[in-house]
């Protein structure tokens, strides 16, 4: 299918210029003349590509670039501005609400083909990528949905570690790394038998050695994808490690261990203790809170940061105790 081109251009003689140029290039092109008429059609028939004059009656270039890029539906569709403006603040406006390149009127049709053969296969490698993480953000899902007691579990445990890493003041990285590690830090399950997952009484030895399993098959099934940066795999592969080296599957010891992976094990700890599963009902906060200042004087978490994280949920109010009531009897299980 020919790769297809949105022409927003109220110009005559440009509107006539760019049609032939890219027609004689294979592309198929379509053209409107207000910013208006733009986002109906973007919206109508998504394009591969979008060129847009940035002086436009009624809404202009900027606007359109800025809505083209706020939405999640358009936010990666390329925009070549092409612009008579000389201006350098003009240009770099353009930049600012999202536009992916400029050219300067009158073009050279050799360098906005050349521009947009290059923008155009950038979009299909971030098509593929997303795609690919798409699968696997279903998957970690999917495997949440398999029981109620962990339902939602991936999403909260991404936000409280988000929330965290704000309140320590991170950069936007590792907040964004943090927040995709909590997210997806359980998906190596998908490998557990749910028999194991959703047992209500204590794990034998070797049941316990299967969900061990899980960090080192969550970190196998996402290593690959080339948008997760080092520290969300970390927080994948290593959030079931103890400060004192007693946890799993590397028994790391303090130095060892990133503060966002950290960050994403006291989110996760706080989560198990905090909602009803198999084997245990939810806690009210405040022994939640106990217990884990209990366990970072055993040495298991980092002290700090679970004063951090306590001091943060009392900002927030972050998490609503469930209205269900718990009705499972309370195990002795180590949490997986
Ligand atoms: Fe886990």
Known sequence: MAT????????????????????????????????????????????????????????????VCRRLKASHATRFIPIVVVTGLAELQQRLDALDAGADDILT????????????????????????????QNVVFALATAIEQKDSYTEGHGERVGMFSRS?????????????????????????????????????????????????????????????????????LHCIRNHHERLDGSGYPDSLTSGEIPLTTRITTICDVFDALATARAYKP?????????I???????????????RAFIDMMGERELFKPAKR????????????
Request: glycine content about 6%.
């Open 105 to 132: 009127k009158p073009v050279n049709p050799l360098e906005v083909i050349a521009r947009i053969r290059g923008l155009v296969r950038n979009r299909s490698l971030t098509l593929e990528l997303e795609s690919a």
């Open 292 to 306: 884990l200042r209990e366990e970072s004087e055993r040495g298991w978490w980092d002290k700090e940061l679970v």
């Open 164 to 232: 965290l890493a704000e309140h320590l003041g991170l950069s936007q990285t590792d907040i964004l790394a943090v927040q995709t590690g909590g997210l997806l830090h359980d998906v190596g399950k998908i490998g557990c038998p749910d028999a194991i997952l959703n047992k209500p009484g204590p794990l034998t030895r070797d049941e316990f050695e299967v969900i061990k399993r899980h960090p080192v098959a969550g970190w196998e099934i996402c290593r690959h994808l080339k948008s997760l940066g080092d520290a969300t």
């Open 4 to 63: 297809t081109v949105l022409v927003i251009e109220d110009e005559r003689s440009s509107q006539m210029m760019l049609r032939e140029l890219l027609e004689q290039e294979g592309y198929s092109v379509q053209i409107v003349e207000t910013g208006e008429d733009a986002l109906a059609s973007v919206n109508d028939d998504p394009p591969d590509l979008v060129i847009c004059d940035l002086l436009l009656p009624k809404m202009d270039g900027y606007e």
């Open 282 to 290: 939810a806690f009210p906060l405040e022994t939640c809170y106990k």
């Open 325 to 336: 009531a718990v009705l499972k009897p309370l195990f002795e299980r180590p949490a997986p």
